[in-house]
């Protein structure tokens, strides 16, 4: 199960479908308020958010997962773990936080002003910049043109809902009770959500493992598309051994 993250839908995941289903069912879905989900106005939460996943699987039949989130979708991973273990296989945390600081909300309190006054275009260009490196900005605009236009293209009530969710977060001292088997990612050269970040819910996690990407940024899955899925492959091949799903 593939969680996105803020302001994309479950196209960011492209570049991981062929990978992941030669021998694993794949479910990617939209979070609410993004993509071709609704976008109730209001304020969202992290449970709520792991609420929704939770009724996804239920209405699919589907007992227990494995789940990779990424930024927001790591979130939303942490708060499943916490929560619901039982509906867990393993955990994938890629390019997360567990705990936004309290002087990182004045930027979180402007995003959602922004996007509530002059919609989602004044976003793109700073967000695209924490998102990727210079380098890769420069050498697949292509990519990156694709992934402006998932920014573009959120509603702005679903982007503050869940801006909402993000920014009340705070589990880092949890962390020590998720017991399902965890792997965390992270771009090394990832500004938002950095390596620290990454090692704290490292640390924190009891038997985790940690994967450090070089030459990538918050968006590793696009960035290093092959190396991020041969970290998540080998790490699913050890957790389940003998899937041939």
């Known amino acids: 199960m593939l969680s996105h993250s803020l302001a994309t839908d479950l196209t960011m995941w492209d570049a991981q479908i062929e990978a992941l289903t030669r021998r694993h069912r794949l479910l990617r879905y939209d979070t609410r308020g993004h993509g071709g989900s609704d976008a109730p106005g209001g304020v969202y939460s992290l449970s709520q958010l792991a609420k929704d996943a939770c009724g996804l699987l239920d209405a699919l039949g589907i007992e227990r997962a494995h789940f990779i989130g990424l930024s927001m979708g790591g979130m939303i991973g942490q708060m499943l773990a916490l929560e619901t273990p039982n509906r867990l296989l393993s955990l994938v945390l890629c390019d997360t936080t ?8 004045p ?5 959602i002003r922004i996007s509530g006054s002059e919609g989602m275009a004044p976003l793109v260009d700073p967000t695209i910049a924490r998102w990727f490196t210079r380098d890769f900005r420069e050498r697949r605009s292509d990519i990156v043109d694709r992934i402006r236009d998932l920014i573009r293209n959120t509603t702005p009530e679903g982007y503050i809902g869940c801006c909402h969710a993000i920014s009340s977060l705070d589990v880092t001292n949890a962390l020590e009770r998720i017991s399902v088997p965890t792997l965390v990612i992270v771009g090394k050269d ?13 640390e924190k996690i009891p038997k985790s493992e940690l994967s ?12 290093q598309p092959e190396e991020f899925n041969s970290i998540v ?13």
């Open 190 to 202: 990832d500004p938002g959500t950095p390596v620290a970040a990454a090692t704290i819910i490292h």
């Open 212 to 223: 450090i990407i070089p030459s990538a940024s918050h968006l590793s899955n696009v960035e």
């Open 107 to 111: 930027a979180w309190d402007e995003r």
């Open 233 to 245: 492959i080998e790490f699913l091949n050890r957790v389940e051994p003998h899937t041939d799903q």
């Open 98 to 105: 567990s705990r936004i600081p309290a002087d990182a909300t």
